[in-house]
């Protein structure tokens, strides 16, 4: 992900349309506000935002928190995603596909008794 595929132009531009398309996005967002309402999966009148989670970022890492923050959107940069998989990978066992992944993920992070002496 590079900082430049959500600003016009940007070589990856329409792959993120959402989240740079200003009159495309309140028109989804609403839409599936009101199929959430009406499925029941959600209050009426939900507040929808969109959020994006990245592992990897090639340009601008520091730069994503304001813009998403601009457009009222929520960003889940590396940092998190890292932060989050650690917590989920020092819990006990459980049969959670998340859980599982991020034990297997993070192993190899860990130090050995090898490596610690």
Do not use: C, H
Not at 44 to 61: F, I, N, Y
Not at 64 to 82: K, N, S, T, Y
């Amino acid at each position: 992900m590079d900082i430049n595929d959500l600003s016009p132009g940007g070589r990856y531009e329409s792959r993120y349309k959402l989240f740079n398309d200003a009159t495309l996005r309140p028109v989804v967002l609403r839409r599936l506000a009101i199929q959430l309402t009406e499925k029941g999966m959600a209050a009426p009148s939900p507040t929808v935002r969109l959020a994006l989670a990245a592992g990897k970022v090639t340009k601008g890492e520091e730069r994503f928190p304001a813009l998403f923050e601009q457009r009222g959107m929520v960003w889940f940069g590396p940092a998190w995603i890292v932060e989050r998989l650690g917590d989920l990978s020092t819990t006990g066992y459980d049969n959670e596909v998340a859980s599982i992944v991020s034990k297997l993920l993070l192993k190899r992070r860990k130090p050995t008794q090898r490596q610690i002496s």
